[in-house]
């Protein structure tokens, strides 16, 4: 029985078997004692009979006879009768008796004090021991309640009451978790807030600048026209910078469903490219593209040539004029791994560990026209299709991604 597996249980019922044992042996003991007072009581009493019946004369023989005798007669019965002794007699008037009755009572007295103090403290001990485990486990459920999972109820002995205690434990786990969840996700909002209030603040204060010049200046054309330009980057910015967030909550929600199939690596690769070529010959770079042309990739070719594209675009931004951007992609026992490699400035190590985080930007990002989320927008969709995608750089020798799609996940 799962009784027996509670520690407090377990024990309040060897104190109950060793109140039963140590009762069975006080009776022993009594009925020993007792067997002692009553010999002795017999003797006396028969002494007493002996020695009076001697100093009436009475011959030894007779007296023996009388002691010894088991025989009962009617005669004697009534001889009894007449000195008041019979089955009605208050045993006050039967001195030697009485005696032994006194003693008989005193002895059963103290078995009964002792026995029922033996088993009080027992029970007292069980219900403190039980009581204190409960309001232990009270307190703690409480601060469980109010967000506190320092501790955790005791799980150290087996029984019932243990195994509520552990799955209560596994509750708070779950609450622990979402608690933290929430947390992270208050702390993450409020952030994210403010990084949007940041980036959106340049590009607005400049478009309340463009608006009120235009508003001064309408009859000069060419500084309408400019400002109008103006305008509409730093609109197309916005709606960037607007558009990604969107995408990238949407990735962290879950609540992207990625359409998987198989394309070749080439298709993927000039799909992420297609708006970047033009980009790269007016800057004066190189995007070259190296790899099995026959190579197959299973994904969500929208989401991750876009997520391809950013990177480019990120080593575009960091390469300077002349300067090569080579993509490759090979096959390895474990994935497809794709490589987006530029001979740029590299990534300075203080900034190594940030790279992936939102609106982050380096040292060497100040005259970079950028918002910061690219990266971590490429990060999310990777690693949401169960990819892996790392990094390798050197300051002033350039950096090297790695996407790696292994094959139990994307196929």
């Known amino acids: 029985m ?16 060793f109140f039963i044992l140590l009762s069975f042996l006080f009776n022993i003991i009594i009925w020993k004692i007792q067997k002692s007072i009553v010999q002795k009581t017999i003797i006396n009493h028969d002494n007493a009979v002996v020695s009076y019946l001697l100093e009436q004369g009475i011959s030894e023989n007779i007296i023996a006879k009388a002691i010894t005798n088991i025989k009962t007669t009617q005669d004697g019965e009534k001889l009894l009768y007449k000195l ?20 008989v009572i005193f002895i059963n007295c103290i078995k009964f004090v002792f026995l029922t103090a033996f088993l009080l403290i027992t029970v007292i001990l069980y219900l403190y021991r039980r009581e204190h485990l409960y309001k ?36 708070a786990y779950v609450l622990k978790s979402k608690h933290e969840t929430e947390h992270n996700a208050k702390d993450f909002l409020k952030k994210t807030i403010s990084d949007i209030s940041h980036q959106l603040k340049t ?18 054309v060419n500084t309408v026209i400019s400002f109008t330009k103006k305008s509409c980057i730093a609109i197309e910015r916005i709606k960037i910078l607007i558009l990604t967030l969107l995408k990238i909550t949407r990735l962290d929600a879950g609540s992207i469903d990625f359409e998987k199939k198989e394309y070749l690596v080439i298709e993927l690769v000039n799909t992420a490219i297609e708006n970047l070529n033009i980009r790269a010959e007016n800057e ?31 080593a575009l931004d960091h390469t300077e004029t002349n300067g090569q951007i080579n993509i490759s992609w090979e096959r390895t026992p474990i994935g497809i791994y794709i490589f987006i490699a530029d001979n740029g400035n590299g990534i300075q190590d203080k900034d190594f560990h940030h790279i992936f985080k939102r609106f982050y930007c380096g040292k060497g990002s100040k005259n970079v026209q950028g918002i910061g989320l690219g990266l971590p ?16 750089s050197k300051l002033r020798e350039g950096t090297t991604f790695s996407i790696m799609f292994p094959y139990k996940t994307v196929s």
């Open 84 to 103: 008041g002794i019979n089955g009605n007699t208050d045993i006050r008037f039967l001195s030697f008796i009485s005696n032994f009755n006194y003693k």
């Open 136 to 171: 232990q486990a009270a307190k703690i459920v409480l601060d469980y309640s109010n967000g506190n999972f320092c501790n955790y109820l005791p799980q150290s002995d087996e029984g019932s009451i243990y195994h509520l205690f552990g799955c209560i434990n596994n509750m």
């Open 203 to 220: 590009p607005l204060a400049a478009l309340s600048m463009y608006n009120e010049i235009i508003l001064n200046e309408p009859k000069n």
């Open 284 to 314: 004066k770079k190189k995007i070259i593209i190296k790899g099995n042309q026959n190579e197959t990739i299973i994904c969500d070719i929208n989401w991750t040539s876009e997520a391809i594209g950013n990177i480019v675009k990120n």
């Open 377 to 392: 927008f490429a990060k999310a969709v990777v690693e949401g299709q169960g990819g892996i995608i790392s990094l390798q």
């Open 2 to 17: 799962s009784f027996f597996h509670d520690k407090i249980s377990r024990n309040f019922f060897i104190g109950i078997i």
